[in-house]
């Protein structure tokens, strides 16, 4: 079974701490994605990676920075937390070719408080 | 750059019919389409390919007009487990799967 495992369902941090969310796929994909759900707007890119250490900013990327060392895990990281960044994150993953599927993790929801 | 999704909600009666669009400002290569329940991720329905024939999954299929850069996915005779919210994510250019979401369409299936 095929997996994108995120390291967290819930997160409870406070402003101005440094968070880091963290996504592994098992399926030897080249592609690796950070997205932002929230009401009304969907899912917003925040970072892609399509290679080790190779990544590209997306639609929102304020705020955040990635890190890919490894071909299985992307991290994003929220260098200094605040509220508005209170949300649901989804990572995912797909492999190099156009016409393959994503595969999506379970979501992590961060509160900022 | 985000694509634009039409409607934002709608609700059927059980085995009705529904059509949701996807638009796209900027010229596409691929179309992919998702559904995702409450409280789950998003679950791959289909992708549609720039030069490609229109897509069929059961009573769920999609079409890609690559001069609109628009594309619609059809709900036949729908049933109660069609219910959830649709994405349509696009991409740009090929050999590059930057893979970009619509805000989605609330899909509700009343009995």
């Known amino acids: 079974d095929v997996k994108v495992t995120q390291s967290s369902r819930y997160l409870v941090k406070r402003t101005g701490e440094k968070v880091f969310l963290e996504c592994v796929q098992d399926?030897?994909?080249?592609?690796m994605f950070w997205y932002r759900q929230d009401p009304g707007l969907g899912l917003r890119l925040i970072y892609f990676?399509?290679?080790?250490?190779?990544?590209e900013k997306g639609d929102i990327p304020e705020g955040y920075s990635v890190s890919r060392e490894k071909k299985e895990r992307f991290s994003l990281i929220l260098e200094s937390a605040s509220t508005n960044q209170t949300s649901m994150y989804l990572c995912a993953s797909s492999g190099g070719q156009q016409n393959t599927e994503a595969f999506f993790g379970q979501g992590t929801r961060l509160t900022v408080v | 750059q985000q694509p634009v999704q039409s409607p934002q909600a709608v609700i059927l009666r059980e085995g009705e019919d529904a059509v949701i669009n996807c638009s796209s400002s900027k010229a596409l290569y691929s179309v992919h389409w998702y559904r995702q329940k409450h409280g789950e991720a998003p679950v791959f329905l289909m992708i549609?390919?720039?030069?490609?024939e229109q897509k069929g999954h059961e009573k769920i299929s999609a079409s890609f007009n690559e001069k609109k850069q628009q594309s619609s996915l059809y709900l036949t005779a729908s049933q109660l487990s069609y219910s959830g919210t649709y994405f349509c994510?696009?991409?740009?250019?090929?050999?590059?799967?930057?893979?970009?979401f619509g805000q989605g369409t609330r899909l509700t299936i009343n009995p």
């Open positions: 994510g696009t991409a740009l250019i090929q050999g590059a799967q930057k893979l970009v």
């Open positions: 399926m030897d994909h080249e592609n």
């Open positions: 549609l390919l720039k030069g490609g």
């Open positions: 990676s399509y290679d080790v250490k190779m990544k």
